[in-house]
């Protein structure tokens, strides 16, 4: 049996595609409508200026004191970290005392680069970092620590490295798209603060 389709009548017309029509369609009308992209000119003229100190500068004025200033407290308590470290890492004893003072070792030479990363960082803003030995402990979010028991060496330096978590997290907060270049030194630092955090807690469960 034959299927006969039916022809549309001569009284109906037919549908023609909007890409057949001569209008064009909602998203290509909402394209045209909007404007032309183009790059923040001042900010490039900005970073060229900048070149000479071999990083973009972050916003300038007082916000850029301010984030200096900030900074060097870090840098303070990174100071201070290496010396609580090193301090550890010579006086540590007990059963368990050869294998994590070795690892305190390693902390304070991690947190020494953090310092120094810091330091360049501060001089490239146009700023002088601040090494002044009587204001450190002052100045840092952390404390130094002469406990004599390896439990309690690893509780003060937990405490201090969830201290620096903290600080960091609110300073990458804060900096944010104004300083890309400082953020992501910052968010470099907290990752390696993260992973002293574990591993010292990963000591007081043993």
């Known amino acids: 049996m034959q299927i006969v389709q039916d022809k549309p009548s001569s009284g109906q017309e037919t549908q023609t595609s909007p890409a057949t029509q001569g209008s064009a369609t909602p ?20 970073a060229r200026r900048s070149a000479e100190t071999g990083a973009p500068l972050a916003a300038g004025g007082p916000w850029r004191v301010g984030l200096i200033k900030l900074l060097n407290d870090a840098l303070a308590t990174e100071l201070v970290c290496v010396l609580r470290y090193k301090r550890h890492h010579f006086t540590a004893h007990g059963l ?18 953090h310092a120094d990363r810091l330091a360049r960082r501060i001089t490239q803003l146009g ?23 390896l439990e309690a060496m690893i509780r003060a330096n937990l405490v201090a490295e969830r201290v620096a978590i903290e600080a960091y997290s609110q300073l990458i907060a804060l900096v944010r798209e104004q300083d890309p270049t400082t953020r992501r030194l910052l968010e ?10 574990d591993e010292l807690q990963g000591w007081l469960a043993e």
Not at 127 to 149: I, K, M, N, V
Not at 188 to 197: C, F, G, Q, R, Y
């Open 27 to 46: 998203a290509a009308a909402n394209v045209a409508a909007m404007d032309s992209p183009a790059l923040n000119l001042p900010a490039l003229e900005a």
């Open 127 to 149: 700023g002088q970092p601040d090494f002044e030995p009587d204001s450190l402990t002052r100045r840092s979010h952390a404390t130094y620590d002469e406990s004599d028991t």
């Open 96 to 113: 368990a005392s050869p294998s994590i003072a070795e690892e305190f070792m390693v902390h304070a030479n991690e947190e020494s680069a």
């Open 188 to 197: 470099d630092i907290l990752a390696d603060e993260t992973k002293h955090a």
